[in-house]
Structures are given as C-alpha cells and as structure tokens.
C-alpha cells in the first residue's frame, strides 16, 4: 500500500492575493491499494461525489499519466470543502503524485508545482500544500517563481469555518476588474512589507498589515459576514492579523500562542455559526509512505 498525505493551506494571508499561503495541520490522505479492472474509489465525501474514475483526484491523475492503470483508492479528509482551505488543491496534488508514483514519472517537487499551479491556475495553495511551512509563489504562464516565507512557529492560527459554502466561482465574480494605480502601488507596498515581517520574525508588524489587504477582502465583504465580526471581537482583546483564507468563507487569526484561548473562548461565546479550531503549521507538506507487502 501507498499512503500520499497532503496538507491544508490558508492563502492569501491578507494582502498576499493569489500569492503568499501557508500549510496547516489538517489532512487529505490518499491510500493507493491493489490494482483492479477499473477504478475503484471509496471516500467520505457526500453520496453525489463519483467512486469510480470520475474522481476528481483519479480524473487528476489520468491528466499527467492518461495510460494510468485503475487501482482501488482510499480518500479521506480533515479539509471541509469550499471553505477556502484549500481541499481542492489537496485533492490535485494527492493525484498528480499518484501518477507520477503509479507511472514512475519521477517528477522533481518543482515540475510537480509547475503542473499543479497550470491545472489550479495560481500557485498559492499548491505550493504551501507540496512544500510545507509557508511560502511565496508566483506564476507567469511559464514557470513559478517561489520562496519559503518565515511564519513563526510560536503562533497558532485560530480558525472559524462557518457552515456555509462559497464557492470559489462565485468569490471570484465578485472582485474587481482593475485597481487605480495608486492602489495598486500602496497594494504591492503592504503586501511587500509584510513578507519582509514576517521574514524578520517582527510578528506586531507583519499583524497589522495582515489586516490591511486592498485586493479582495472589501470586494468579497458582503459574502463573508463573519469577517468583520470576528475581527471586531479580536481587536476588543488587542489581538490583530485576521484575514480572510483563500477565497472564503473560513476567517483566520494568526495568534501569539498566549493569547489563543482567549480568542477561542471569545469566540465560542458569540455562538457563531460554524466551527473554531486552533491550527498549526504543517511544515512537511506532501508526503509518501510505502508499506511493504
């Protein structure tokens, strides 16, 4: 049997739209069992999703590998769907890695990003997911350009998941077609200040910027509610650095781990709709175990 193990990831992380993501203690997992006559996939996901080769993972793996043999798979996760933590970027990478293990493509880290960021189309879910830790990708239509991005450990990431969906379709819709220049240059100033935070492990600095995106979180305000509340009740205990992950609607709060109960227990009490989990870095990102017969 074969085990592929591929993280969660928060993206965005403010203003670091469609670029800066980093890897969480949540888990896709994929086994990879005998080989049979035609694909068989079992899974927890709800009744509707396919069991056989119209998996969206096996469907992932014929993309890279289209002479692929059927196997009996096993998925499970811990990544709630459209929920902008990254459960469709799991599932590609869990895919591709499976062709290029199946198929013995031998495929390096980096043309497994490159692939994974041309089906997904921007890199900064997949990288965090493949890699590990947090980091800064970008992707010019002919190759990603990526960096490990220094989050410190000392924090945890305080996550509300309401109970709704939104669909990355339908967040998207709602950005804006094009920034004034002097938007933009204050846009790209934030978000390349706050790399260089976090990079200097200045948490009080990289936490406000954090909180100081002008790509998407007005635009998508209306659709993710939660957002400004939670911030609101976090800012009430002088905590700063919530965001909104990925496209929604899972609202993050990167937390210095002394303040963390105060923020969970702040939150139970307001009875939100939805779940708070505490979360940490993965700093492993994909991973392959072999267990031999």
Same mark, same amino acid.
């Given at each position: 049997?074969?085990?592929?193990?591929?993280?969660?990831?928060s993206? &965005?992380?403010?203003?670091?739209?469609?670029?800066?993501?980093?890897a969480?203690?949540?888990?896709?997992?994929?086994?990879?069992?005998?080989?049979?006559?035609?694909?068989?996939v079992?899974?927890?996901?709800? &009744?509707?999703?396919?069991?056989?080769e119209?998996?969206?993972?096996?469907?992932?793996?014929?993309?890279?590998?289209?002479?692929?043999?059927?196997?009996?798979?096993?998925?499970?996760?811990?990544?709630?769907?459209?929920?902008?933590?990254?459960?469709?970027?799991?599932a590609?990478?869990?895919?591709?890695?499976?062709a290029?293990?199946?198929?013995?493509?031998?495929?390096?880290?980096?043309?497994?990003?490159?692939?994974?960021?041309?089906?997904?189309?921007?890199?900064? &879910?997949?990288?965090?997911?493949?890699?590990?830790?947090?980091?800064?990708?970008?992707?010019?239509?002919?190759?990603?350009?990526?960096?490990p991005?220094?989050?410190?450990?000392?924090?945890?990431?305080?996550?509300?998941?309401?109970?709704?969906?939104?669909?990355?379709? %339908?967040a998207?819709? %709602?950005?804006?077609?094009?920034l004034?220049?002097?938007?933009?240059?204050?846009?790209?100033?934030?978000? &390349?200040?706050?790399?260089?935070?976090?990079?200097?492990?200045?948490?009080?600095?990289?936490?406000?910027?954090i909180?100081?995106?002008?790509?998407?979180?007005?635009?998508?305000?209306t659709?993710?509610?939660h957002?400004?509340?939670?911030?609101?009740?976090?800012?009430?205990?002088?905590?700063?650095?919530?965001?909104?992950?990925?496209?929604?609607?899972?609202?993050?709060?990167?937390v210095?781990?002394?303040?963390?109960?105060?923020?969970?227990?702040?939150?139970?009490?307001?009875?939100?709709?939805?779940?708070?989990?505490?979360?940490?870095?993965d700093?492993?990102?994909?991973?392959?175990?072999?267990?031999?017969?």
């Open positions: 049997m074969i085990t592929i193990t591929v993280p969660a990831t993206a &965005n992380i403010g203003p670091g739209f469609d670029s800066l993501g980093v969480l203690q949540l888990y896709l997992t994929l086994e990879i069992h005998e080989e049979t006559t035609t694909w068989l079992d899974h927890d996901f709800e &009744n509707d999703m396919p069991h056989d119209r998996h969206f993972i096996v469907q992932t793996a014929l993309s890279l590998s289209p002479t692929l043999k059927p196997h009996h798979i096993i998925v499970t996760s811990d990544i709630p769907l459209a929920r902008g933590l990254g459960s469709s970027s799991s590609l990478l869990a895919g591709l890695a499976m290029n293990i199946l198929s013995q493509l031998n495929l390096s880290h980096d043309e497994l990003l490159h692939q994974a960021t041309i089906l997904e189309g921007h890199p900064d &879910n997949v990288a965090p997911a493949l890699l590990g830790g947090g980091v800064a990708a970008y992707y010019d239509g002919a190759r990603v350009f990526h960096a991005l220094k989050v410190p450990k000392d924090v945890d990431f305080v996550t509300f998941i309401p109970s709704y969906e939104l669909l990355t379709s %339908a998207r819709s %709602a950005l804006p077609h094009s004034s220049f002097q938007e933009s240059v204050a846009a790209s100033a934030i978000s &390349n200040t706050l790399v260089a935070a976090l990079n200097a492990n200045d948490l009080t600095t990289a936490s406000a910027l909180e100081q995106d002008h790509f998407h979180e007005n635009a998508r305000a659709l993710v509610p957002l400004a509340i939670i911030r609101q009740i976090a800012h009430k205990l002088n905590i700063v650095g919530t965001y909104l992950s990925g496209a929604g609607p899972t609202v993050m709060t990167i210095p781990k002394d303040q963390t109960d105060s923020l969970v227990s702040a939150l139970l009490a307001e009875n939100l709709p939805g779940q708070v989990k505490i979360l940490k870095q700093l492993t990102g994909l991973k392959i175990m072999k267990e031999e017969k």
